[in-house]
């Protein structure tokens, strides 16, 4: 084995043929000149494999000759513990499609999360791309989707004057808060959705202030063309604490640098409606003027330490005996890394000062609603010291949660801000 460098990432293969099989980088040669990309990759459990087990094979030539007459328990057998003997960050290629349909990826990839992705190829044939995903879709099931939309750099920080990259903080400060609220109305509305898993996931919750402050300083310093060798993007690339974790569209300079800035769609999950709407946002923002944005580059973003205090003790102890996610053993001396891993701090999502949105969002009249809702949420959530079971305390605080977005109104001051400049979100 060797150390093989593409594109300015360094892979272990053993010859460049082999290579061929990682991951397709978008600052090669072959995605250098078109003005808009589009990337996509979809991640599968274990569980989720078997449609994928049925069309692809092992790499390893040796465990390939019996494949077909291994069951499906076998097969899902053989993938975990080839994926557990790979080492972390090894993302090669690990299965190869038996046939030749050219709809469907030739490879399937090891995740560092131990499940397998599908991934494709940046391409800047927008109508091309959602065929290829819709066809995935309907022959392998629907994985969980990432999309990934990118411009040239000099562009993304040209082309709306020598402030861009306070157009662009405003912007993400907006659609994050935004689809953060509209989540949680959905919530409210139909009630199937309860529980609201991404505020008790780690990497897919709401924007909180030290990922925030990373998001800010890289977004100011790559528009200097700073931050962008290789040292430096492992910080949003790889850190539990990364700018990158957020259940929203993520600022992600580490895919596609120095060449192209890329955006990506997190929070679409199994929904290629919703892929598709968040991917149109995204080419919407960039083909209109983004100063209106600018003025949200100044809120400040959710202190999930500072409002979880606001809570008493008992509550606070509540939710932290409830909260489904563990602290990996790696990163416990950590504090932003350990942080990012105390998800109960979420649940004080509602009562961070919303008084400096609502003013920028010309919709002061709404600031006794607001606090109104804030008050009747944290008296709710002094009753939850009285489920005994965590799962359905887990789901009282998270309807209180969607609860208070419907109380509160604050969407509608969003989305009347939409309405009045983006009427139409098409591509």
């Given at each position: ?9 360094l ?49 390893d ?13 076998e097969?899902?057998?053989w993938?975990?513990?080839t ?21 469907l ?5 090891r ?29 392998l ?5 990432q ?14 004057g ?28 139909r009630?199937s ?37 290789d ?64 003025k949200f ?6 202190n ?5 205090e ?21 990163v ?9 891993h ?16 609502l003013s ?20 709710r959530?002094s ?36 309405v009045?400049?983006?009427s139409?979100?098409?591509?």
């Amino acid at each position: 084995m060797q150390l093989i460098e593409n594109s300015g990432l360094l892979f272990e293969a053993a010859t460049l043929e082999e290579l061929e099989l990682k991951v397709f980088s978008y600052g090669s040669a072959q995605t250098i000149g078109s003005e808009l990309q589009f990337g996509f990759e979809s991640e599968y459990t274990i569980e989720e494999s078997g449609k994928i087990l049925e069309k692809y094979e092992p790499l390893d030539r040796v465990a390939s000759i019996c494949w077909a007459e291994k069951t499906l328990s076998e097969k899902k057998d053989w993938l975990k513990s080839t994926i557990e003997s790979m080492g972390h960050g090894n993302k090669g290629a690990i299965l190869v499609q038996r046939g030749a349909d050219e709809s469907l990826p030739k490879y399937i990839y090891r995740d560092d999360t131990k499940n397998i992705e599908v991934i494709l190829e940046p391409t800047s044939d927008y109508r091309a791309f959602f065929q290829k995903i819709e066809s995935i879709g309907s022959k392998l099931g629907f994985g969980s989707m990432q999309a990934m939309v990118s411009i040239p750099r000099d562009l993304f920080f040209q082309a709306w004057g020598s402030d861009s990259y306070r157009m662009h903080l405003g912007w993400l400060n907006f659609v994050q808060e935004f689809d953060v609220l509209q989540r949680l109305l959905d919530g409210y509305e139909r009630k199937s959705l309860f529980p609201l898993r991404s505020f008790d996931h780690p990497f897919l919750g709401p924007m909180v202030h030290y990922r925030h402050h990373l998001q800010k300083k890289f977004l100011r310093e790559n528009a200097s063309g700073d931050l962008l060798d290789d040292e430096s993007l492992i910080r949003p690339s790889r850190r539990d604490h990364s700018f990158k974790f957020v259940g929203s569209t993520a600022y992600r300079p580490d895919i596609a640098a120095p060449t192209r800035i890329c955006y990506e769609v997190r929070d679409a999950h199994k929904n290629l409606d919703l892929l598709k709407h968040k991917v149109d946002r995204i080419v919407s923002a960039w083909n209109s003027d983004l100063n209106q944005y600018q003025k949200f580059s100044k809120v400040l973003p959710f202190n999930s330490e500072e409002e979880f205090e606001q809570f008493s003790l008992d509550v606070q102890e509540k939710l932290i005996e409830i909260s489904p996610h563990k602290v990996p053993e790696a990163v416990k001396e950590f504090d932003k890394a350990r942080i990012s891993h105390e998800v109960f701090r979420n649940y004080s999502y509602p009562l961070r000062d919303w008084s400096v949105w609502l003013s920028l969002l010309d919709c002061t009249d709404l600031l006794t609603q607001v606090q109104k809702a804030q008050e009747d949420f944290k008296l709710r959530m002094s009753n939850i010291t009285a489920y005994k079971n965590a799962v359905s305390a887990r789901s009282f605080a998270q309807k209180n949660i969607c609860l208070f977005a419907y109380e509160s109104g604050i969407l509608e001051a969003f989305t009347e801000f939409l309405v009045e400049d983006f009427s139409k979100w098409t591509h």
